[in-house]
């Protein structure tokens, strides 16, 4: 068995020849369980084609070059090669595949506890080694031998003589450490006192390791030690690898104490047992430790008292709870925490299948110190310092092109209000505990029989906001790789209690609410009603790409409801042109949008102020939804004064690529070829004009088509939306920036949790 033809791409198509027509034309109906993904959990690629494993089942597809043929009006414009995947063989595992190489003729899977080969021209199993300790994470061959590592820290290496397996050479042994009860119990104690069992502890000081091993037999926090005598932290570091902790669970590190180059926020907990948290030592802790309750622990033990500190937010922090930063739809968190130059704050992968970003997906939220983020079949929760997972939620129905893809049409799928996760699946809305998880409860809809869809879905003060669907009645969905979805549109808008499920009232529309067209602020909910603004054809939309006039568009109706009782307080039914709106309640003015065109009225009038022309040319397919940050419009290239609809002397000229404007209270975010970034209050040499030398760039990373820059908390945090994208971004993973001139705001102790 050789290894020369060996290669490995782990879910993604690197360099090849014509990789960009590969990766835009893998044929998805190989993955049809998740409709919307384009990377493959555990792949191969050999010069042939591609070897894949998803669950048990092993495929293998081979290149295939097939012509595409592009007409207009009936005629051949012109024609092209592409490569796809054809199927070439499939085989069923003896379980769940967790790792995959192809060498030589075999391919080689890790699965748990065990190790299997199947031969590429016979397609027959064979087991290489079975009772192997934890699952098989890591392979590799060379020079006839297999290297397999596995999720409990052993590696393991067999001799492979192309027949079959000898026994394992070598296998690392492990010896359990043992700590005194002592520690244990004072591990246990602070667990106890801190609330805290996932995530980073730091152990200042931490001498023989004992408290971090403890921590780490007794909750599931990795510890982050740091010992600053050389000769104690190298026998410490031998004793972690001894016992399989060191890499896995515990990282050492030989550095003073008050100056541990850690990054900043990193740290749940933060122990100290050795040394006493006082002066550059106490400031090192502080700013490592966790805005939003992390627990700086102090003393040495129960005879010497305990005493927690709990961080609470960083100052002027804000959030972002909904898809448009809130239920206004404003697309600011008002975040004042977020200024100037952003570096790197953690970066880190997960097991998470994304959605393609042709399909603009959900945007991130985030709130209290945790990012959520949605995936065709599920929900993640983690730590927005430090990337911990905390949890996750299954569900295959959460995305789909009725719900949740392509949001500018149908809105998004979850939001967050007062400690809670709201997500509507079909016809139900599941109310989950934002930290854990955990189902409380579930809100229908006002009529199970009359509607079976849930379509609009926002959090306000105590109450929850939706419109009930029936799906007899959709539009057809104009995005062009899926001309036959459909999507729903609300036939009544209602308000439920939270905590209750209770109706609290219905407005009944004289034709339908689409699932964008609500937005709500201090006072009010404003409606748009309206015939659906989507149902023109594929021609017309032809037409207007070319420049040819298009049909007007007939007006809506725009209501404004008392958000308690559902009262009408006013309605306008002229110059509503838009399928989206939004509000600025100290500005008092609502905005309803629909490609590139925007009108303004008084919100509490609901009289007409002005109409915005786009100078950008729009289609269905990208538009951009405006921002309003303090007393102005950004939209596209161009800012709006709030009031009277004035353009401002202001222009963003920005590098390639879609995607919305988010903001903080004092930065714009946005796609600049990779992730751009302008600081408002920064000097630069035109005043009028924000060009690309005054934008900056954190490169190397492809930004979502929509949007998936998210300021809040102090940081701006960047879930990975980049799957089925052909262009050549070294870094898909998902990261957070920070300020870099970030000073570490200390609330006071014992700050609420």
Not at 557 to 577: E, I, Q
Request: proline share 4%.
């Amino acid at each position: 068995m050789t290894h020369e033809d060996t290669y490995t791409c782990a879910g993604v198509l690197w360099s090849i020849s014509n990789s960009q027509q590969v990766r835009s034309y893998l044929p998805m109906k190989r993955t049809s369980e998740w409709p919307m993904i384009e990377t493959l959990p555990h792949d191969a690629m050999t010069p042939t084609g591609i070897v894949a494993a998803r669950g048990a089942q092993v495929q293998s597809f081979k290149w295939a070059t097939k012509q595409r043929v592009h007409r207009r009006d009936g005629k051949v414009l012109r024609t092209e090669n592409y490569t796809t995947l054809n199927d070439e063989w499939s085989v069923k595992a003896g379980g769940a595949v967790s790792e995959l190489i192809v060498a030589g003729g075999q391919v080689i899977l890790g699965l748990n506890g065990a190790i299997e080969m199947i031969d590429r021209t016979t397609h027959e199993r064979l087991t290489v080694a079975d009772k192997l300790d934890g699952d098989v994470g890591g392979l590799a061959y060379a020079d006839g031998h297999l290297i397999a590592s596995t999720t409990t820290g052993r590696i393991y290496t067999f001799a492979i003589d192309g027949q079959g397996v000898d026994a394992p050479l070598a296998s690392n042994k492990l010896v359990r450490p043992e700590v005194d009860a002592e520690t244990t119990e004072y591990a246990k104690a602070i667990l106890k006192a801190a609330g805290i069992n996932k995530g980073y502890a730091l152990d200042l000081g931490c001498g023989d390791g004992s408290l971090s091993i403890a921590l780490t037999q007794v909750s599931d926090l990795n510890v982050i030690a740091v010992e600053p005598d050389k000769a104690v932290f190298t026998r410490t570091r031998d004793r972690l690898i001894n016992a399989g902790l060191y890499g896995t669970r515990v990282m050492i590190f030989n550095r003073p104490l008050g100056a541990t180059g850690l990054p900043n926020m990193v740290a749940n907990l933060i122990v100290s047992r050795q040394a006493l948290l006082q002066g550059e030592v106490l400031a090192e802790a502080q700013r490592t430790q966790r805005p939003y309750g992390g627990v700086i622990c102090k003393g040495k033990g129960k005879d010497d008292g305990m005493s927690i500190d709990r961080r609470a937010e960083i100052k002027g922090a804000g959030s972002w709870t909904h898809q448009y930063a809130n239920p206004a739809n404003t697309l600011c968190s008002g975040d004042s925490a977020v200024s100037g130059q952003l570096t790197m704050l953690w970066y880190r992968d997960y097991n998470l299948p994304s959605a393609s970003r042709w399909w603009k997906p959900p945007a991130p939220l985030a709130d209290n110190g945790i990012l959520y983020h949605s995936c065709p079949n599920g929900l993640i929760a983690v730590d927005a310092y430090n990337g911990t997972e905390i949890w996750r939620f299954d569900s295959k129905d959460l995305l789909s092109t009725q719900a949740g893809l392509y949001v500018l049409r149908t809105g998004a799928v979850f939001c967050l209000g007062d400690g809670v996760l709201y997500l509507r699946i079909k016809a139900k809305c599941l109310c989950l505990d934002a930290k854990t998880g955990k189902l409380l409860r579930t809100i229908s809809l006002p009529d199970t029989k009359a509607y079976d869809f849930w379509g609009y879905l926002a959090y306000s003060d105590g109450i929850v906001y939706g419109t009930a669907a029936d799906t007899k009645h959709s539009t057809t969905n104009p995005y062009p790789y899926n001309k036959t979805d459909s999507i729903n549109e609300g036939k009544t808008f209602f308000a439920a209690d939270a905590k209750t499920g209770r109706i609290l009232w219905q407005h009944e529309p004289k034709n339908y609410i689409g699932n964008t067209a609500v937005a709500i602020d201090d006072h009010n909910v404003y409606v748009i009603d309206r015939t659906s603004i989507w149902l023109r054809t594929r021609k017309d939309e032809q037409e207007q790409r070319r420049g040819l006039k298009r049909k007007p568009i007939e007006s809506g109706r725009l209501t404004a409801l008392d958000k308690k009782t559902g009262a009408v307080k006013w309605t306008n039914n002229t110059h509503v042109f838009g399928s989206a709106v939004l509000v600025s309640s100290p500005a008092r003015r609502v905005c309803v949008w629909h490609e590139d065109k925007m009108t303004g009225f008084n919100a509490d009038s609901g009289k007409h102020v002005y109409s915005i022309q786009s100078p950008y040319a729009f289609n269905v397919y990208v538009n951009r939804a405006p921002t309003i940050v303090g007393d102005a419009i950004y939209w596209v290239s161009s800012a709006f004064d709030l009031g009277s609809g004035k353009k401002l002397a202001y222009a963003l000229s920005r590098s390639y690529g879609c995607g919305s404007v988010s903001a903080s209270q004092s930065m714009l975010f946005f796609r600049s070829g990779t992730i751009g970034y302008v600081d408002l209050n920064a000097p630069r040499a035109n005043k009028e004009k924000i060009t690309t030398a005054d934008i900056q760039n954190f490169g190397g990373i492809r930004p979502g088509c929509y949007i998936n820059i998210v300021p809040a908390g102090g940081i701006v945090l960047v879930p990975d939306t980049s799957s089925s994208c052909s262009c050549s971004y070294f870094n898909q993973c998902w990261l957070a920036l920070q300020p870099a001139e970030a000073s570490v705001t200390i609330e006071p102790p014992n700050a609420p949790r």
